[in-house]
C-alpha cells in the first residue's frame, strides 16, 4: 500500500465526472463510464453513493480509507446534518491520485414542538439506563460489522406494505427540549403484516423485546452498509442467517416504545445513518 503524502504524483480534478450521476431511484452496479471513476446515487443529506474506480485503486472518504471490491467498487454516504461539502480522494494502481471536493445538498426536516407531556413519557425512568446502554452497546456491534459482502450493489424495497407514517430526519421538541431526530422510515400497518429483507445479506442482530425498539433485527449488507427494522411483533431469523430482498423475516407490530402498530426502517453506512426514503425513490 502506498502511504499517501503531501508529494503526491498527480492531482486530477474529479469534476469532469460528477455529470456521470444518474437519477436516484434505488441502483444496481451500472451505468458507470470507461473513465477512472464514475457514481450512481444522491448527494445529498442522508443520501448513499456507489463509485466505480479502477481495480487496485485505494479509496478516501473525507480522510478515512474505504473498502473497494475486487472489481472497483465503493460505497459511501452522507448523514444527516452532512456539511455542504466533502472530500474524495482515489489513488490509482500507477500512483496518481484523483481528488475532489463533492458539493453536498441539504433536506428540509420536519421539527414539532410538544408541550404539556407527563415526565415519565419524555424521559427513560433511571433504573432502566442500564438495559438501555447494553442493547445501544449490541446494535453499535451489530452495525460495525465490516463484511465483503456486496448487497448493497442492487436495488432496496420497502420492508413492508402500508402507509409511510414517518420519514428521515425530522425531530421533535418535548417540552422544551430536542430529541434525537428520527433517522427512519416508518410503515404503518396491522400487526402480524409481513415484514420484508429490504435487501439481501446476513443477520447480525434478531432480539424480541428491546427496550425502546421492541422486536428488532440487523441486517449486514456489506461494506458497512446495514438495514435495522423494529417494533417487531415477531421475529423469525436468527442471527448468521442468510436472508435474500423480498424473503419474510418477521411481522410488524407495536412493540417497545410505539406509538402504534409500524415498522422502523433504519440504514447505515457504520456510523452514519442514511435516508431510507431515498433509496426507495419516495424523495
Not at 449490541?138 to 459482502?149: E, I, K, P
Request: hydrophobic share 40%; glycine share 14%; aromatic share 8%.
Amino acid at each position: 500500500m502506498k502511504c499517501i503524502t503531501k508529494s503526491w504524483p498527480a492531482v486530477i480534478p474529479l469534476g469532469f465526472v460528477l455529470g456521470l450521476l444518474l437519477a436516484f431511484s434505488g441502483f444496481a452496479a451500472k451505468g458507470f463510464s470507461d473513465g477512472p471513476v464514475g457514481f450512481t446515487g444522491a448527494f445529498i443529506q442522508g443520501g448513499l453513493v456507489i463509485g466505480k474506480t479502477k481495480p487496485g485503486s485505494e479509496v478516501y472518504f473525507e480522510g478515512n480509507r474505504i473498502q473497494i471490491s475486487d472489481d472497483g467498487l465503493f460505497v459511501f454516504g452522507f448523514s444527516r446534518d452532512a456539511g455542504d461539502t466533502a472530500e474524495l480522494k482515489i489513488s490509482l494502481p500507477d500512483g496518481k491520485i484523483l481528488v475532489e471536493t463533492l458539493i453536498v445538498s441539504a433536506q428540509d426536516y420536519h421539527i414539532e414542538r410538544i408541550e404539556g407531556l407527563p415526565p415519565a413519557t419524555v424521559n427513560i425512568p433511571p433504573e432502566q439506563l442500564q438495559r438501555q446502554r447494553h442493547e445501544r452497546g449490541m446494535v453499535a456491534s451489530a452495525r460495525a460489522v465490516q463484511s465483503d459482502l456486496l448487497e448493497w450493489r442492487f436495488e432496496f424495497i420497502l420492508p413492508a406494505e402500508g402507509r409511510i407514517s414517518g420519514v428521515y430526519g425530522s425531530q421533535r421538541i418535548l417540552n422544551g427540549e430536542p430529541r434525537s431526530p428520527h433517522y427512519g422510515l416508518d410503515v404503518a400497518a396491522p400487526i402480524h403484516t409481513p415484514v420484508i429483507a429490504p435487501l439481501g445479506g446476513i443477520i447480525t442482530l434478531a432480539e424480541p423485546d428491546f427496550l425502546l425498539e421492541g422486536g428488532i433485527i440487523i441486517i449486514d449488507h456489506g461494506f458497512g452498509v446495514s438495514s435495522t427494522v423494529f417494533h417487531l411483533q415477531s421475529v423469525d431469523v436468527i442471527v448468521g442467517k442468510s436472508v435474500q430482498k423480498g424473503e419474510k423475516i418477521g411481522t410488524i407490530g407495536a412493540t417497545g416504545r410505539a406509538s402504534g402498530p409500524h415498522v422502523d426502517w433504519r440504514v447505515n453506512w457504520g456510523k452514519v445513518r442514511l435516508d431510507p426514503g431515498l433509496l426507495v425513490g419516495l424523495q
